[in-house]
Nanobody
Framework: QVQLVQSGGGLVQTGGSLRLSCAASGSIFGIDIRAMSWYRQAPGKQRELFAAVLSGGSTNYADSVKGRFTISRDSAKNTVALQMNNLKPEDTAVYYC??????????????WGQGTQVTVSS
């Protein structure tokens, strides 16, 4: 029943900043969340995992966004945010948040946000 609801996104010029947020709209009890992450998909390209935060608080970034994007998680509120700075036209894509973990049966489950468009103009 957990669903992730995204907000933010939009149009920004090169060098600008945007902040995306993602919040669980339902109960997450019984789910042992191991990671929350951000994916993006540009036209004609595969969906790319570019940022993740693990349950212990450690973060990982793809080289394409390292030093520009910051992922943060509020475990108590089951939310994840993405701060994007120094945006480039190649960052233009649909951005999706994801939460993954173990359910009560020991299986891996994923929850996805609805996606939001980020467009960076040159």
């Amino acid at each position: 029943q957990v669903q992730l609801v995204q907000s933010g996104g939009g149009l920004v010029q090169t060098g600008g900043s945007l902040r995306l947020s993602c919040a669980a709209s339902g109960s997450i009890f019984g789910i042992d969340i191991r990671a929350m992450s951000w994916y993006r998909q540009a036209p004609g390209k595969q969906r790319e995992l570019f940022a993740a935060v693990l349950s212990g608080g450690s973060t990982n970034y793809a080289d394409s966004v390292k030093g520009r994007f910051t992922i943060s998680r509020d475990s108590a509120k089951n939310t994840v945010a993405l701060q994007m700075n120094n945006l480039k036209p190649e960052d233009t894509a649909v951005y999706y948040c994801n939460a993954g973990g173990l359910n009560r049966y020991g299986g891996w489950v994923d929850y996805w946000g609805q996606g939001t468009q980020v467009t960076v103009s040159s």
